[in-house]
């Protein structure tokens, strides 16, 4: 087929998400169980990438109950994690604890993004309304009449156009989707960036989430099994002179702040075994176009404090379902269904994105600016060591958020029409 076939034969359905990421693909499962449309486009050929976002909160694991997948879910391989720690300095404090979490699971599961996002996939299949597209590149939209009506899409087969009631952003933080609508970005800043690399893990180290602020340093390590999730974080634009100093000074600061990991530190072999996350935080003035909606990343990216931007994410994705699904189902969708969508999230993504922005102001800059004075807890992290009732308040905001949202989508059988 030559491309001015393709062109005059564009696919069509009721929905289609730009985005296999977990908005995109949450999104995808409820509508296709709902008995609408939909078809997930991803880019790359397979979801392995490292270093993203692998931590699932208490908030999506309701999610999962919610749907039933709950216990099969938590068969996969998975570390549980209660409580977050951390050390300041030379005094080590508990952070936060999610034992009274008010939700089923009261525990950050700890899991590969790729065996999530696999798991949502082989469920949404499950259902005849769903299709995932694989290598599938959105590369522009189509506008009629004001009014979006599609994408274009870059294929191993050739470019194609795909036609939609609904145009669905979920292509995270660098989305083509939001760039190309032109909709209006508020930057909110970042002064840090990330480094993540891995170093092996043996059986005497600690077994927790742990954080490490130090003077002009912070070091955070994530129990992964058999290996740590290491991040290194940097005073944004920093890296070239970090890389002048060279990989043994960089190891040397490693082994100072992880001391239990000083043996393993030469599995760091060059400077490609090191990911840089560049930190953006901002948000969409507004999430929508005629036709059209971004959600998760797409529509507000979160700093990596606290771990939650994969669980704003899956909330988007439930709310947008829950609004959604029967104008869809209707085909009676107008925009004031897509501005509800903003409307329902939009209060914990400045809540959520204040928090971060205060802790990046008043904590993080000035431990990486200051890189002479000796690194003490602030009053209020040395409240949460004394009175561990304190403790549940972190773990209420990472754990389940603010307005944490449940599945109120119909469900028509797997298999059915």
């Known amino acids: 087929m030559n491309h001015e076939e393709r062109d005059l034969n564009p696919i069509s359905t009721r929905c289609c998400i730009a985005g296999g990421g977990p908005a995109g693909m949450m999104l995808g499962l409820l509508l296709a169980r709902a008995g609408i449309p939909v078809l997930v486009l991803e880019k790359h050929a397979d979801f392995l990438r490292d270093f993203r976002g692998d931590t699932i909160h208490p908030s999506t694991l309701e999610v999962m109950h919610e749907l039933g997948l709950l216990d099969g879910l938590l068969r996969l391989p998975h570390q549980e994690v209660r409580t977050l720690g951390g050390q300041i300095g030379d005094v080590r404090v508990q952070l936060a604890d999610f034992g009274h979490v008010p939700t ?44 979006i009506v599609g994408v274009r899409v870059s294929t191993p087969d050739g470019p194609t156009e795909i036609r939609a009631d609904l145009i669905v952003g979920a292509d995270g933080r660098h989305s083509i989707v939001r760039t190309i609508a032109k909709l209006p970005v508020r930057d909110l800043g970042a002064p840090m960036d990330v480094l993540w690399f891995r170093l092996s893990r043996s059986p005497g180290d600690p077994d927790q989430i742990m954080g490490r602020f130090d003077t002009g340093r912070i070091f955070v390590s994530i129990n992964r099994g058999d290996y740590w999730q290491c ?43 090191v990911k840089l996350l560049t930190v953006r935080v901002d948000r969409l003035e507004r999430w929508y176009r005629p036709g059209l909606v971004c959600i998760g990343d797409a529509a507000h990216a979160m700093s990596p404090i606290g771990g939650v931007g994969i669980n704003l994410a899956i909330q988007d994705a439930v709310a947008a379902a829950n609004i959604l699904a029967g104008p869809l189902g209707e085909r009676q969708m107008t925009i004031d269904h897509l501005r509800r969508i903003q409307t329902r999230r939009e209060l914990p993504t400045r809540v959520t994105q204040w928090l971060q922005v205060a802790l990046q102001r008043r904590v993080i800059a000035r431990v990486l600016g200051d890189t002479v004075r000796p ?3 602030p009053l209020a992290i040395r409240l949460f060591t004394l009175f561990p009732v304190l403790r549940r308040i972190p773990a209420r905001l990472v754990g389940l958020g603010i307005r944490p949202e449940h599945v109120r989508t119909p469900a028509v059988a797997p298999g059915g029409a």
């Open 231 to 273: 991040g290194y974080v940097i005073s944004k634009g920093t890296l070239e002179e970090l890389q002048r100093r060279g990989l043994e000074s960089f190891r040397e600061s490693v082994a100072r702040l992880a001391p239990y990991a000083r043996e393993r530190v030469g599995e760091i072999r060059s400077w490609d075994d």
């Open 375 to 377: 690194v003490k807890p």
């Open 104 to 147: 089923r699971c009261r525990f950050i599961a700890m899991m590969p993004q790729w065996d999530f996002l696999d798991f949502l996939a082989e469920e949404a299949r499950r259902f005849p309304a769903f299709e995932l597209r694989m290598r599938a590149d959105v590369t522009d939209l189509i506008e009629e009449g004001g009014r």
